[in-house]
């Protein structure tokens, strides 16, 4: 980790710590060391949250691409997850998404994913930063005709949408559902996509005024929700947070279901239609760290007793291993 890239990109209070020139200063590097890679000159995607500072962190991020020769297609407001898909779909050589996600609004970020929807290496982080500790001035500045060009795509909402209810196998006709969008990313797609899956759908946390992201709404209070969904008599609520890449939910009673129960009520549901092939998550993921292991899997000690890694470095749970800890929750569901 370095000393401007954490564990999630560049993160800070804008305007305070994420200025206008230190992403200025990102644009430039980025755009060096992809021009490097590419060997032709890069189109990069940007997608943002609905926190006032985005627009403001855009340009200065835009003018540092294009000051070094990258095309910019500028997506809007879009979840984290869309950007990723889109840079594939679109096939961009980047996506940048300037979020603080579950963060209060002055707070923002910029992250960068690579052109297969990725997280950079930190080996390509280290060599953008190394241009910024050098302000950038070992880096040729365009003129002329080879400045970059700014586009806007006026179709990644929809496109993302299309993609997200194709690929999503589910039919929720008759469940009543409460969405809490948490004034930010996720508001515009779930709007679009989650009357055409058949549910009955109210939302909630739909503001874009620039300030009122996470305020008091998404999966950081879901105490709102759970209230909310049990008064309106709901099926279920779920809460997305500012830049919609986590999301926790509800049942009708307004207790929480967090990721490890929606892990396993998905599980259990492949198990019963004999499509369960095992449970892929990352270290990262909430009751999901191999160090860690969740307390439904029998109180193994070792992480190797539970996860596998794949050829992708990601832990895997061995089917006979979830399906004992499927049991141990149906059972004590049940008490």
Do not use: W
Not at 12 to 30: F, P, S
Not at 261 to 289: E, F
Not at 313 to 332: C, F, H, I, N, P
Request: net charge negative.
């Amino acid at each position: 980790m370095g000393k401007y890239f954490g564990t999630d990109g560049v993160r800070g209070v804008a305007g305070a710590d994420l200025t206008c020139e230190l992403a200025m200063k990102i644009g430039r590097g980025a755009a060096a060391v992809l021009t490097g890679s590419t060997g032709h000159r890069p189109r990069i995607l940007i997608g943002k949250d609905t926190r006032q500072s985005g627009d403001m962190l855009e340009a200065a991020l835009t003018a540092g691409l294009c000051s070094v020769g990258a095309d910019v297609e500028s997506l809007g407001v879009l979840p984290t997850p869309a950007v990723a898909y889109l840079v594939r779909k679109y096939n961009a050589d980047a996506g940048v998404v300037i979020s603080a996600s579950h963060n209060p609004m002055e707070f923002n970020g910029i992250k960068i994913f690579k052109g297969d929807g990725y997280k950079l290496p930190d080996e390509v982080e280290n060599r953008i930063e190394a241009h910024i500790f050098k302000n950038c001035e070992d880096i040729k500045i365009c003129d002329g005709a080879e400045i970059g060009r700014v586009h806007r795509l006026d179709t990644a909402v929809d496109d993302y949408v299309d993609a997200l209810e194709q690929h999503i196998d589910a039919d929720l006709s008759g469940l009543n559902v409460l969405f809490d969008c948490a004034n930010g990313a996720s508001a515009k797609v779930a709007q679009k996509l989650f009357p055409r899956l058949g549910c009955q759908c109210s939302f909630t946390g739909t503001l874009d005024d620039g300030v009122s992201v996470n305020d008091g709404c998404g999966s950081t209070h879901l105490d709102r929700l759970e209230k909310k969904v049990v008064e309106g008599g709901f099926d279920c609520g779920i809460a997305f947070d500012g830049d919609a890449d986590r999301c926790l939910a509800c049942d009708e009673k307004g207790r929480e279901m967090d990721g490890d129960k929606i892990k396993d009520t998905k599980s259990l549901d492949a198990l019963v239609d004999g499509t369960y092939k095992g449970l892929v998550s990352t270290t990262q993921t909430h009751g999901a760290n191999p160090a860690n292991p969740p307390a439904n899997t029998g109180g193994a000690k070792s992480r190797e007793d539970i996860y596998k890694k794949d050829d992708k470095g990601r832990y895997v749970m061995s089917t006979a291993e979830r399906q004992k800890a499927l049991a141990d929750l149906m059972a004590s569901e049940n008490n």
